[in-house]
């Protein structure tokens, strides 16, 4: 039995889901067999009706405490124009962004070969999108969902501390006092805009990197750099390859953390539950002193204490949380990096023979200046995406910047 049968629900919301609540994010698959429209609007309906765990269902709101839950609130679904379609994911990313419409929580688009999910950040981070749509095809291929069947474990950060700190109360002082003396690396999106930015100017380029590139950065990741992970590597290629193309970046990186990293075995958080992370990582340092930064911050759980700051800061004092930066010509410009990793469970969709596997998502800059990057793998193949305003930066140094990643990434290594 589904909760859709029960009566009326509330969910209580986290600090940082009232923070992200208002932004958006879309996620986009290219070049997957996409079921019939109908099928697709039943599925949504079962993941729906299940229960409030799975999100779907839910009113985001900034300033309630609770948020409703409606099993009858089934996400909007809308065709793309064959035009748009037919021009790829870039201009399905940047059509979805500026459609005047009005949003619901979650809104699905659907070609032949994209399933795209315009969702509100409140709601989760980019794992609600990953259990959607392999829900979406378990249910069309008869499987069992265990995302369906299990519930959220409850007060997760409480239980996480405990996990990582419970028995050094020592290594917790020690690291709280390290993240007292660094900026706040949860920020959500800044309202302070420059003139002729909104909604109409977002943009994005999409890099597709096939499997001979992907492994060619690897031999050099085992040669170079072994001790640096996959994403600090992909981090240093893309702001080498932004900073060559002429941006005047800052020499800090926001790199997002998942913290169910520090979950105890088996617990499960579909809210939100990511972190930033401020590095240092100027062109010229090596992408090994970088790795070596991040390992020491991730085994110091530093995100996980930010994450908690961020959280009870902004259930104590909503209104003061989001400090908004007044923009100026000359303002470095802050690269915010997200990386989902290897997503296995895509690898066995049904993708259309003799095409690149894509998985891309257009991200809401930190500010209306900055630039959020996002990147994940599919097999072996790993598709980069860079979210921008193109009222702020021209579209050339971007594309620039975009071709030299998907053709040379080893160059910008050196």
């Known amino acids: 039995m589904t909760e859709g049968t029960r009566g009326p629900v509330r969910r209580l919301a986290t600090g940082l889901d009232r923070l992200m609540a208002g932004t958006r994010y879309v996620g986009c698959l290219e070049n997957v067999i996409v079921p019939q429209r109908d099928y697709v609007t039943q599925a949504l309906t079962t993941i729906t009706r299940f229960g409030p765990h799975t999100r779907l269902g839910l009113t985001p709101s900034p300033t309630a405490r609770l948020w409703d839950w409606e099993p009858q609130q089934v996400p909007t679904i809308r065709d793309l124009p064959a035009d ?50 392999t829900a979406l095809f378990d249910i069309e291929h008869g499987t069992s969902s265990a995302w369906l069947r299990e519930r ?179 303002m470095p410009v802050q690269v915010v990096y997200s990386d989902v990793g290897r997503l296995t469970p895509f690898e066995s969709l049904p993708w259309i023979p003799g095409q690149p596997r894509s998985i891309n998502a257009s991200l809401e800059p930190g500010a209306p200046w900055d630039i959020s990057v996002f990147s994940g793998t599919i097999g072996h193949e790993r598709s980069v995406t860079l979210s921008y305003h193109d009222t702020v930066h021209d579209r050339h140094i971007l594309q620039e910047a975009a071709e030299a990643i998907r053709t040379d990434p080893i160059r910008l290594l050196r």
């Open 152 to 330: 959220d474990t409850q007060f997760p950060l409480g239980h996480a501390l405990t996990h990582t700190f419970g028995g050094c109360p020592r290594r917790l002082r020690q690291a709280w006092h390290e993240v007292k003396q660094r900026p706040s690396a949860t920020a959500r999106p800044s309202s302070s805009m420059p003139a002729g930015t909104s909604n109409a100017s977002c943009a994005v380029e999409v890099v597709h990197v096939d499997d001979a590139v992907e492994w060619e950065v690897e031999r050099w990741r085992a040669a170079h750099a072994p001790d640096a992970s996959r994403t600090v590597i992909w981090l240093s290629i893309t702001r080498a390859a932004l900073a060559h193309a002429g941006l005047p970046l800052s020499d800090t990186v926001r790199l997002v953390v998942d913290c169910r990293r520090f979950l105890r075995p088996g617990d499960r958080v579909n809210a939100n539950f990511i972190s930033g992370l401020n590095v240092l990582a100027p062109v010229e340092r090596p992408a090994n002193a970088i790795g070596a930064a991040v390992k020491a911050d991730l085994e110091a759980a530093l995100p996980l204490l930010a994450l908690t700051a961020t959280s009870a800061r902004y259930l104590a004092f909503p209104a003061r949380t989001s400090r908004d930066r007044i923009w100026q010509p000359d």
């Open 84 to 133: 748009v379609a037919d021009n790829g994911t870039a201009a399905v990313l940047e059509y979805i962004r500026r459609l005047p419409v009005p949003r619901s929580p979650v809104d699905v688009y659907l070609s032949d070969r994209h399933i795209a999910f315009d969702i509100d950040h409140g709601l989760s981070d980019a794992r609600l999108y990953i259990d959607c749509i």
